[in-house]
């Protein structure tokens, strides 16, 4: 499909970030904390969870049982099986939200005190972890569409703004966020917990911007109700999503 058949022809594109554009910060976060508590010296990366395992079973002689990491290893592995059993499922059946493991994991993250400089991951690790294709098409839909805005949205926490304004280049964001004091995480505020949470804001900015064709970024399940906005032209998904999108008479691109 060429980006050129959009040109000027979409006023607003809404895009969800993480899994879309970047490894999902929330995870990675995670993972940042945990291989912390190894005393394992991190590079300004991210860290994936396959690689996060292969580092700490490297270094598991390094490893000092606390209240912490004890706490933090069993939060970790109940939000895999609360994830596991959301994906299983949303490929068959109703949409279960990401609202259970959102708020489970702001109360962990403030209950351990954790500092923000050890959550936050910098501007040079996300730009250096962009997705290429969707930057790709993401840039086209840009340059082929100059007066077009950008909503970016993302269920993952920010501590003191998010960098992807930036790298991105959007006009409005809306994310989830830390609250700190002195340094350390002691409060959250949750703005994004649901689906429902997404398309409000979106039809928000819709009415706002009176815009009347839409293009869309989309990749998780709680995106699905982002497909039943109206006037959407054009949506950039991954495969999982398809079932959501069914027949619709409008211009459909996957991506890994």
Not at 111 to 118: D, H
Not at 198 to 208: G, P, Q, T, W, Y
């Amino acid at each position: 499909m060429k980006m050129d058949s959009f040109k000027g022809k979409l006023d607003l594109l809404i895009v969800d970030i993480d899994d879309t554009f970047v490894y999902h910060r929330t995870v990675a976060a995670a993972n940042k904390i945990f291989l912390s508590l190894f005393d394992i010296k991190l590079k300004d990366k991210i860290y994936t969870t396959k690689k996060s395992i292969f580092l700490v079973l490297l270094n598991f002689f390094r490893f000092r049982f606390n209240k912490k990491i004890i706490k933090l290893f069993l939060i970790g592995f109940y939000l895999h099986i609360l994830n596991m059993i959301r994906e299983i499922n949303n490929r068959f059946f109703g949409i279960i939200s990401s609202e259970r493991v959102i708020k489970v994991w702001a109360n962990t993250v403030i209950s351990l005190g954790m500092k923000s400089s050890e959550y936050q991951l910098s501007r040079k690790a996300l730009k250096n972890n962009l997705n290429k294709r969707v930057l790709e098409i993401y840039n086209l839909l840009k340059k082929s569409n100059p007066n077009m805005k950008v909503l970016a949205m993302t269920q993952s926490f920010t501590v003191n703004g998010d960098p992807i304004k930036e790298i991105l280049d959007v006009d409005i964001i809306e994310t989830n966020r830390f609250i700190c004091k002195d340094g350390v995480i002691v409060g959250s505020e949750i703005n994004i917990k649901n689906g429902g949470d997404k398309k409000k804001i979106a039809e928000r900015v819709i009415k706002k911007l009176k815009a009347k064709n839409i293009g869309l970024f989309v990749d998780d399940y709680d995106d699905a109700l982002l497909l039943k906005l109206k006037n959407v032209k054009f949506v950039l998904y991954k495969k999982k999503l398809e079932r959501f999108i069914g027949l619709k008479d409008i211009a459909k691109l996957s991506f890994r």
